[in-house]
């Protein structure tokens, strides 16, 4: 089943570190640009962190900036989120899609209607921040 499977998420105190996985099966993910999503309770859904499919060029949102970092494993078919710093406000699901190539471009920030631009989205991982 070609796929991609967000891990890596759970519960965390403020100022602490998760690293979440995009993992991809059927498929090589090498070839896909990959975004980061989180969709807290209430709240409309924000793109958060790009790679392109060289893995040379990133993009985050403002409010992960310096905090976040995004990376390709080729040889694990994983793109990774490392989260550094969290904070109370991190609390959401976080999710990660997959498009072929590199024609979208990062997407950060609350954007509608773009869930048919990506040819793959995951279940989502649920972090929680919380002392």
């Known amino acids: 089943q070609l796929q991609v499977v967000e891990s890596g998420g759970g519960l965390v105190q403020p100022g602490g570190s998760l690293r979440l996985s995009c993992t991809a099966s059927?498929?090589?993910?090498?070839?896909?640009?990959i975004n980061w999503w989180r969709q807290a309770p209430g709240k409309a859904r924000e793109g958060i962190s790009c790679?392109?499919?060289?893995?040379?060029?990133?993009g985050y949102a403002d409010s992960v900036t310096g905090r976040f970092t995004i990376s390709r494993d080729s040889a694990k078919n994983t793109v990774y989120l490392q989260m550094n710093d969290l904070k109370p406000e991190d609390t959401a699901v976080y999710y990660c899609?997959?498009?072929?190539?590199?024609?979208?471009?990062?997407?950060?920030?609350?954007?509608?209607?773009?869930?048919?631009?990506?040819?793959?989205w995951g279940q989502g991982t649920q972090v929680t921040v919380s002392s």
């Open positions: 899609s997959a498009k072929n190539g590199d024609r979208i471009g990062c997407i950060t920030g609350v954007v509608v209607g773009v869930d048919s631009l990506f040819d793959f």
């Open positions: 059927g498929f090589t993910l090498d070839a896909y640009a």
């Open positions: 790679i392109d499919t060289s893995g040379n060029n990133a």
